[in-house]
């Protein structure tokens, strides 16, 4: 009997905290989707996981900042080249994002435009 008692109590309290714990989601969500939260914590994850520096594109390519586009362009077509051979994506993706980094700050430094 003490059981079954104790059994209800168990399942009647679980009931209630996981409904508690719905709600307060729910409002969480509403929260978030009020003050635009939610929009600008998703565009902050594209926007940083496409976004590569400087020094980190070099360091992948192997050229220094005196190195003339052409020599870039070399060595990104040997090493996408070489991953593209052996099967590395994710190595290939690498040099791909660091010439598409260093493409835009030649392109900036073309136009005569400073870095931001």
């Not at 714990?21 to 914590?41: C, D, F, I």
């Not at 050229?63 to 994506?89: C, P, R």
Request: proline share 2%.
């Amino acid at each position: 009997m003490a059981a079954r008692i104790l059994a209800n109590l168990i399942v009647m309290g679980s009931g209630i905290v996981g409904r508690a714990v719905l709600q307060a989601y729910r409002q969480a969500l509403a929260n978030a989707s009020k003050s635009g939260v939610a929009q600008e914590t998703v565009q902050n994850i594209r926007r940083a996981s496409k976004i590569m520096a400087e020094p980190e594109a070099r360091q992948i390519l192997g050229v220094t900042e005196h190195s003339s586009w052409e020599e870039i362009l070399k060595k990104y077509d040997s090493l996408f080249g070489q991953n593209a051979k052996n099967g590395s994506f994710y190595l290939q993706s690498k040099v791909h994002r660091a010439k598409e980094c260093l493409e835009s700050v030649y392109q900036k430094k073309a136009q005569g435009t400073p870095d931001v």
